[in-house]
């Protein structure tokens, strides 16, 4: 018998329901699990995920047909039942439930279990086939408590204000940059953001979630002095001219990678936060175990470790290769100007 889930040229399909999870090639139809590029393509004739994700998807891939869900709520592809349920990796993010008869699938897309008061909290979904994330798959990743990092980075920017330069944080568009400027709020100083994460902002600001504005840095903008209040800004802006127009500055990037010393050496910052918005190991294991699945596909990350350990301790884990993981994480080509 066919699985009800398996992996085709375009991805993740359901024959059953004719649609596909996170497709990397255009689909007729896409279930979304959320809005980072590796999870969301362009070019499919209809979307469906969260609620929250639509506006998300409208400002990356333009205007598509988008439908939104709201959590927990059940609809029926094809005598398929699909559900969407909290993630936690960022605004939106979903796992996906799809039943038919006693047959359960849920695939998590990118989650945490922390919850990060802005993301939703990850809810463990029982089933038989769980299909995980293993970005951060290896012992050595634990993470610190949320608190003591943000604690960390204003003690930074505070540092950066006695020498008079301007803190320049390095963080992904979607999904970090919110926390960090959440974590940056009580220091009650300006917020000068990149166009890029300004866009994101400005977006979810929209659709009434509760965060803090940003000052959009622009050619227009009159002359700053950066040094007072603190700067955020994607990757890719690193040793940009764009960077060089706010003058003396220190810099620090805000990763999970963080955490393998030599990272931030290579990445040529000033300072290093392990932050991430993926589950760390113990995360992915406890995840694992409240699902109650006895297969486990694991994707994207460090695969073969995680499903080494998982079949000695009785699953049966495999590896699902995709074409997941390039996401935020990753990418070098988000917009500098």
């Known amino acids: 018998m066919k699985p009800l889930l398996e992996l085709t040229s375009h991805g993740l399909y359901c024959e059953l329901g004719d649609f596909f999870i996170d497709p990397w090639r255009p689909v007729n139809k896409a279930l979304i699990t959320h809005a980072h590029s590796d999870h ?3 070019g499919c004739t209809s979307y469906l995920c969260h609620e929250h994700t639509v506006p998300l998807l409208q400002l990356r891939l ?12 059940s609809i029926f592809i094809n005598s398929i039942e699909i559900t969407f349920f909290p993630a936690g990796h960022i605004i939106g993010s979903s796992q996906i439930r799809v039943r038919y008869k006693d047959d359960t699938w849920v695939v998590s897309g990118d989650y945490k279990t922390k919850n990060d008061g802005i993301s939703g909290s990850f809810e463990p979904i029982s089933c038989n086939h769980f299909i995980t994330e293993s970005t951060f798959g290896l012992p050595i990743y634990q993470w610190e408590e949320q608190e003591q990092v943000y604690s960390s980075i204003r003690h930074w920017v505070k540092e950066a204000h006695e020498k008079q330069v301007t ?15 959440e974590a940056l709020a009580p220091l009650n100083i300006p917020i000068y953001a990149h166009g890029a994460i300004a866009n994101t902002q400005e977006i979810l600001i929209q659709q009434q979630h509760s965060l803090q504005p940003v000052i959009r ?15 955020i800004a994607p990757p890719s802006a690193d040793q940009t001219n764009w960077l060089k ?6 810099r620090a990037i805000c990763s999970g990678w963080m955490q393998v010393r030599g990272n931030q050496r290579r990445r040529n910052v000033d300072k290093g936060f392990v932050l991430s918005d993926h589950a760390d190991w113990n995360g992915l ?53």
């Open 167 to 181: 803190p320049v944080l390095f963080t992904y568009s979607l999904g970090k940059a919110q926390r960090v400027i």
């Open 62 to 73: 333009g205007n598509h047909p988008y439908q939104g869900i709201a959590w927990g709520k």
């Open 40 to 42: 969301a393509r362009w």
């Open 285 to 337: 294991l406890s995840a694992i175990e409240a699902t109650g699945a006895q297969h486990i596909l694991a994707t994207h990350g460090f695969t073969h470790v995680l499903t080494k350990y998982l079949n000695e301790r009785g699953y049966q884990a495999e590896t699902l290769s995709t074409l997941f993981g390039q996401d935020e994480e990753e990418q070098t080509n988000i917009e500098t100007s």
């Open 217 to 231: 840095i622009h050619n227009g903008l009159k002359p700053i002095d950066f040094s007072k209040g603190v700067v």
């Open 245 to 250: 127009k706010l003058g003396p500055s220190q």
